[in-house]
């Protein structure tokens, strides 16, 4: 472990941090403030649902072409034009005008930069540089991620309730301004790097850099995709309605700060175990697991309504949350060769935000329409069972 760390100590910590400045585009903070942005444009729960995937639908779609220019030009000049663009959309947000143009751009920016190329950026660089210990390079970068989790949602709704909207995303840009010249530091040597990369992964019969198009010619994509893509689905429908959830089930606001320190910290515990194990094992055997905590966290909610099923509950989505990056990482690296690793993923991570663009929209109608929280339920856990299921009757060489 301790060789593992001091292998490239700087490329971790950038895929560490760029992940943790992606959670300013996911749903999990962008939700933090559901209630003052449907107010301040007249929106219903579902309207603002529609608003929301229409906006990351549109992400979704640029993304596919986007991401994968990660195989093709200097990750110094990707990271920093998709940090610069997250940095604008957290501007755009301190400063809404009432136009819902402008409120589809700014959520537009923010999932593209934010949940689409930054977190793709920062799988993408673990799972391709780090070889063999892929899995637990790509659990240092969710980690990153797993620290916003922890620790944005808290500081929002308990340290710095008292400030305007406004001012906590005029925050969030200006921490990015940091980020930046990092970039620059940590990928110092990035040309190097590639060109070592490069020399163990020569195109040729075996590894040649495939084509979106022979991606989606292939069945294994198909048989795999839904288990990647049904956790970005689930999961964002029930942040994106938090709110929601915690009102029907009682819970206070403080209680979902409190409630986000315990997703995060059992995502860390999902990371440490997920990682090392995935290295270990037999990918396609771990990954087909990967969705069980959000099965049970997700019975949890549709059941019980105490405290103490929102602490299970939170601590089983966060289990999901941890175990699932290394898992689902590693087996597209296992799936498809590195040298096309980003075209993969770019297919992978649109994928994701069009699944995340649909599930609010979906679950807000749902509660438009009076159905609520068991309808919401039934619907993800048919969804996760159908998921696991594919991959074991289709079992592939």
């Not at 604008?88 to 005008?97: P, R």
């Not at 850099?209 to 429908?237: A, C, E, H, Q, V």
């Not at 440490?272 to 396609?284: A, E, M, Y």
């Amino acid at each position: 472990m301790k060789n593992f760390f001091l292998y490239d100590p700087k490329l971790l910590l950038f895929g560490f941090l760029i992940v943790f400045f992606a959670s300013y585009g996911q749903t999990f903070f962008i939700s933090l403030f559901n209630t003052e942005i449907r107010v301040f444009y007249g929106l219903s729960d579902g309207e603002f649902g529609f608003v929301y995937a229409i906006a990351t639908l549109s992400s979704s779609f640029i993304l596919i072409s986007f991401a994968k220019l990660i195989d093709y030009i200097d990750l110094r000049i990707y990271s920093f034009i998709i940090s610069l663009g997250l940095f604008l959309a957290c501007m755009g947000m301190a400063i809404l005008i009432n136009n819902i143009f402008y409120l589809f751009l700014i959520i537009f920016m923010l999932r593209f930069f934010g949940q689409g190329a930054m977190d793709h950026a920062g799988a993408t660089t673990m799972a391709r540089y780090f070889g063999n210990d892929r899995g637990k390079a790509l659990s240092i970068a969710t980690l990153g991620g797993m620290f916003g989790v922890m620790f944005l949602p808290y500081l929002a709704l308990n340290i710095f309730k008292d400030l305007k909207v406004s001012q906590l995303w005029f925050f969030a840009s200006f921490s990015i301004v940091f980020f930046i010249p990092f970039v620059f530091f940590a990928l110092s040597d990035q040309k190097k790097r590639h060109q070592n990369f490069k020399v163990n992964f020569q195109e040729n019969s075996i590894n040649k850099k495939l084509l979106t198009r022979d991606i989606l010619k292939d069945n294994k994509f198909y048989i795999y995709f839904p288990l990647s893509i049904t956790s970005s689905f689930i999961s964002t429908g029930l942040m994106f309605h938090q709110i929601y959830i915690f009102d029907q089930k009682g819970w206070s606001l403080e209680m979902l700060g409190n409630g986000y320190i315990l997703l995060g910290f059992f995502s860390i515990v999902g990371l440490l175990f997920g990682g090392p194990l995935v290295d270990k094992l037999d990918t396609k055997k771990t990954a087909i697991t990967a969705l069980v905590p959000l099965l049970l966290s997700v019975i949890i909610l549709l059941l019980f309504d105490s405290v103490f099923s929102l602490i299970v509950y939170m601590s089983l989505y966060g289990l999901n949350m941890g175990i699932g990056r290394p898992f689902i990482g590693s087996l597209w690296a296992e799936l498809y060769n590195l040298e096309s690793l980003g075209t993969v993923k770019a297919l992978l991570h649109s994928g994701a935000v069009f699944a995340s663009a649909l599930s609010p929209l979906v679950f807000g109608y749902l509660i438009d329409w009076g159905l609520g929280i068991t309808s919401i339920a039934i619907i993800s856990i048919i969804i996760i069972i159908v998921s696991t299921l594919l991959p074991i009757y289709n079992k592939l060489p």
